[in-house]
């Protein structure tokens, strides 16, 4: 059942997990992951959370493994703009984060939902680099970095807008015009 959404109660969700986040990595769990997913953990960890929140409207103590998989193979594919590291990373970090979670007795169904995600890993990658699964601004930002283009360099994005824009202007006036 989802609960209603609050900016108050989101902000709740992401200090606890934070705090769950910081005990994980000093941890045995967090110590077995390779150096590519201890350094994309936290991010994969806050981002599950919050979407999980937002996006399915379930705190923590309501996840349960069809949210976890319409979360990881549609919604973080759809929303967030990261390379491939980051989905291969997803399963190996949710699953030792859930096992922790399990151990530490703070959330009930941790050993569901590790097994979940375990075994959905290979449809989470595939998924999070197929563009099928992209939202439009993630596909904008994926096509920009694609073509090396510095998403950090503000004229060079109004640049592009610009040429996108006209683009667009010009497609609706042939349209137009041919009706």
């Given at each position: 059942?989802?609960?209603?959404?609050?900016?108050?109660?989101?902000?709740?969700?992401?200090?606890?997990?934070?705090?769950?986040?910081?005990?994980?990595?000093?941890?045995?769990?967090?110590?077995?992951?390779?150096?590519?997913?201890?350094?994309?953990?936290?991010?994969?960890?806050?981002?599950?959370?919050?979407?999980?929140?937002?996006?399915?409207?379930?705190?923590?103590?309501?996840?349960?493994?069809?949210?976890?998989?319409?979360?990881?193979?549609?919604?973080?594919?759809?929303?967030?703009?990261?390379?491939?590291?980051?989905?291969?990373?997803?399963?190996?970090?949710?699953?030792?984060?859930?096992?922790?979670?399990?151990?530490?007795?703070?959330?009930?169904?941790?050993?569901?939902?590790?097994?979940?995600?375990?075994?959905?890993?290979?449809?989470?990658?595939?998924?999070?680099?197929?563009?099928?699964?992209?939202?439009?601004?993630?596909?904008?930002?994926?096509?920009?970095?694609?073509?090396?283009?510095?998403i950090t360099n503000e004229k060079e994005i109004k640049k592009?807008?610009?040429?996108?824009?006209?683009?667009?202007?010009?497609?609706?006036?042939?349209?137009?015009?041919?009706?």
């Open positions: 059942m989802m609960e209603e959404y609050s900016e108050k109660k989101l902000e709740e969700i992401l200090n606890r997990v934070y705090k769950w986040s910081i005990e994980f990595s000093k941890s045995r769990f967090f110590r077995k992951l390779t150096e590519v997913e201890k350094r994309e953990a936290e991010f994969i960890i806050t981002s599950f959370a919050e979407y999980m929140y937002v996006y399915h409207g379930l705190p923590p103590e309501k996840w349960n493994e069809k949210a976890l998989e319409e979360c990881c193979l549609y919604t973080l594919p759809r929303k967030i703009s990261a390379g491939e590291s980051y989905f291969k990373s997803i399963s190996p970090v949710l699953s030792a984060f859930f096992t922790f979670l399990d151990e530490k007795n703070l959330l009930k169904n941790a050993l569901k939902l590790k097994r979940k995600v375990r075994k959905i890993r290979e449809r989470i990658i595939s998924n999070g680099m197929n563009p099928r699964y992209w939202g439009p601004a993630k596909l904008f930002i994926m096509t920009l970095l694609a073509s090396r283009i510095d592009i807008l610009r040429l996108l824009h006209q683009s667009i202007i010009s497609s609706n006036s042939l349209n137009n015009f041919k009706t």
